[in-house]
């Protein structure tokens, strides 16, 4: 079946500097990409998303790149700070079942 | 206050025991969708639906059950099929599903912790 794989399940980075998180994606019909944030005991929440039709979206200290040709999207935070600290979601959508299948997350840790 | 309500908030299950769920919208959402999250495994999609009275099972349906008979309510219900029940419950919905891009953004509760005495 179709599936998300996301990359690192945990990621540890000193304040102020930058986390990348990597997502691919085995349907090549897939064209929306959602970014969730679940911060502890919290429930997840948009933080950004793209559409298959760009090739990145910047939101201040946020952006998401997609690569079409390789099935694969990326979730940059520049100038960490911690409240970034929360586990992060990527997804795609399954057009073929109208559906969004999430990647098994990352756990960003900010280090003081 | 619109939003997606999830309760209860803890819920503990006998053996042998049947137990349900609520999910309750008033965003006026067609789709919504119930998710499980053990540590590690990210969300799976357990059951969705798109629109009133029809569902449809997600990567994990076995040992669940849920109902659609109103809008705004998407009630989960474990049964004593489910052997592996305890874990955190999401529910979600969005505007619509689809090749429509803009409906996909979705929406979630505040889950319901499921454990088993």
């Known amino acids: 079946g179709e599936n998300v794989e996301q990359h690192p399940s945990t990621l540890s980075v000193q304040e102020g500097d930058s986390a990348v998180i990597k997502c691919t994606y085995s349907d090549s019909a897939s064209n929306y990409f959602p970014w969730y944030k679940q911060e502890l005991g919290k429930r997840p929440q948009l933080i950004i998303d793209?559409?298959?039709?760009?090739g990145e979206k910047k939101d201040q200290r946020i952006a998401v790149t997609l690569n079409k040709t390789a099935k694969h999207f990326s979730l940059h935070i520049t100038e960490t700070q911690p409240e970034d600290s929360a586990v992060y979601f990527c997804a795609a959508t399954v057009n073929r079942d109208d559906k969004i299948i999430f990647g098994k997350g990352t756990r960003l840790h900010i280090l003081p | 206050d619109g939003g997606i309500t999830q309760s209860p908030k803890y819920l503990f299950r006998k053996e042998g025991q049947n137990v349900t769920l609520s999910c309750e919208q008033n965003?006026?959402?067609?789709?919504m969708y119930w998710y499980r999250q053990d540590p590690g495994q990210g969300l799976r999609l357990i059951y969705y639906?798109?629109?009133?009275?029809?569902?449809q099972k997600g990567d994990i349906a076995e040992g669940y059950s849920v109902s659609r008979e109103k809008k705004e309510s998407f009630p989960l219900t474990v049964t004593s099929a489910q052997k592996n029940p305890t874990a955190f419950y999401l529910c979600a919905s969005s505007i619509g599903t689809g090749r429509k891009l803009a409906k996909n953004i979705q929406y979630f509760g505040a889950g319901t912790r499921l454990s088993v005495l």
């Open positions: 793209i559409r298959s039709n760009v």
């Open positions: 639906s798109q629109i009133v009275n029809d569902f």
């Open positions: 965003l006026n959402h067609d789709a």
